[in-house]
T-cell receptor
């Protein structure tokens, strides 16, 4: 089954404690992306990657890092989380032939 | 930068009736893609329909269709024969064909009344 997985699904942490949210897809897609969703703002793109070792900033990259060492994985790293990064995070990958985005189930992050 | 605007924070429709959700966007690009996504209470994002800007024909997927007006930069979603399972947040989205920049609207919450 084609899917995008994210872990953890829920995370409560404290300010300044480094964390990583993993994202993995089994569709061999080159393009992957991270979004955050906040009430009244829709989804905003944090970072995206067009291929291995190629990453670009999206609309709201401040406070986040990503890496793309292999095609299937695209982890999101928060080096020093702050309360304003409390949000719902989605990872997605794109099927190029149809331009369809496959979203992961989301990660609910709370930073105290 | 491109922007996507959904002017209806909430909409409601009677079961079996038709409802139209509005979306406008702003861009200087000529080649792009437009999408409608559905987000049910499970929070998963589900692709409803997709439209390529270079295609004049409006996309249709079963009970879902769009009215794409390129000159007016409008991309509305029509849901026919509404069902209880259609209740969700709906997001309009724009993707650049040049740099793959993705923009979403703020969403419209659709309620379906039995």
């Amino acid at each position: 089954e084609a899917q995008v997985t994210q872990n953890p699904r829920y995370l409560i942490t404290v300010t300044g404690k480094k964390l990583t949210v993993t994202c993995s897809q089994n569709m061999n897609h080159e393009y992957m992306s991270w979004y955050r969703q906040d009430p009244g703002l829709g989804l905003r793109q944090i970072y995206y990657s067009m291929n291995v070792e190629v990453t670009d900033k999206g609309d709201v990259p401040e406070g986040y890092k990503v890496s793309r060492k292999e095609k299937r994985n695209f982890p999101l790293i928060l080096e020093s989380p702050s309360p304003n990064q409390t949000s719902l995070y989605f990872c997605a990958s794109i099927q190029p032939s149809t331009d369809t985005q496959y979203f992961g189930p989301g990660t609910r992050l709370t930073v105290l | 930068a491109q922007t996507v605007t959904q002017s209806q924070p909430e909409m409601s429709v009677q079961e079996a009736e038709t409802v139209t959700l509005s979306c406008t966007y702003d861009t200087s690009e000529s080649d792009y893609y437009l999408f409608w996504y559905k987000q049910p209470p499970s929070r998963q994002m589900i692709l409803v329909i997709r439209q390529e800007a270079y295609k004049q024909q409006n996309a249709t997927e079963n009970r879902f269709s769009v009215n794409f007006q390129k000159a007016a930069k409008s991309f509305s979603l029509k849901i026919s024969d509404s069902q209880l399972g259609d209740a969700a947040m709906y997001f309009c989205a724009y993707r650049s064909a040049i740099n793959n920049d993705m923009r979403f609207g703020a969403g419209t919450r659709l309620t379906v009344k039995p």
